[in-house]
């Protein structure tokens, strides 16, 4: 099936993954473009369902580049990253949320160390956002291992720690810029 590309006039788009058809909701069909919330950014697992950090009111330009790309490190990991033991050979772990608009983690050190991007968020936010980047990579280290089960990766000290890293930034942002979170309405049932 051929997917469509989206477009500012589609408000549907419907792709198939594994057999089932699954519908995807641009930003503006979920509403958010008829009330005074701007969509910042998405994350979303490998599936499709996820959530949709909005903002309101008006904010700067500058304001809402920094707070997109915040989003984005925090969100900046990679689908299908960790492999199982399956019953007919290595499975792809699928668990992790990743952002739309991502920040790779090789380009998050200049995003980080930009002036006005720490002006913006603070320091307090910008060493939360390293943590992120620092714990994903520990993280994403182990990803050359063949786990014997999903519980077992993500009961490892790396993963609770890159967990609890983007729990924290995530909160921290949402706290001071009282962005929102919304569900995407995506189902992967």
């Not at 997917?3 to 699954?22: D, F, R, Y």
């Not at 959530?51 to 984005?72: H, K, M």
Request: proline fraction near 3%; charged fraction near 20%.
């Amino acid at each position: 099936m051929e997917v469509p590309a989206p477009s500012t006039h589609s408000a549907v788009c419907v792709a198939m993954k594994a057999g089932c058809a699954l519908l995807l909701l641009s930003v503006s069909a979920l509403g958010f473009a008829a009330n005074s919330a701007a969509a910042l950014n998405e994350v979303a697992s490998g599936c499709g369902d996820g959530w949709v950090f909005s903002l309101n009111g008006d904010r700067a330009e500058d304001q809402r580049n920094a707070l997109r790309n915040a989003i984005g490190i925090i969100y900046g990991g990679a689908h299908g990253m960790f492999r199982v033991v399956g019953t007919s050979g290595p499975a792809i772990l699928e668990f992790e949320e990743v952002a739309r608009d991502k920040v790779l983690d090789s380009d998050a050190p200049t995003i980080l160390s930009d002036q006005q991007f720490k002006a913006v968020l603070g320091e307090e936010i910008v060493a939360a956002l390293q943590a992120v980047v620092g714990s994903r990579t520990e993280f994403y280290g182990t990803s050359n291992v063949l786990w014997p089960s999903a519980e077992d990766l993500l009961q490892t000290t790396a993963a609770k720690r890159y967990f609890a890293a983007q729990e924290r930034a995530e909160s921290l942002l949402r706290r001071r810029f009282a962005i929102e979170k919304h569900e995407n309405d995506v189902d992967c049932r």
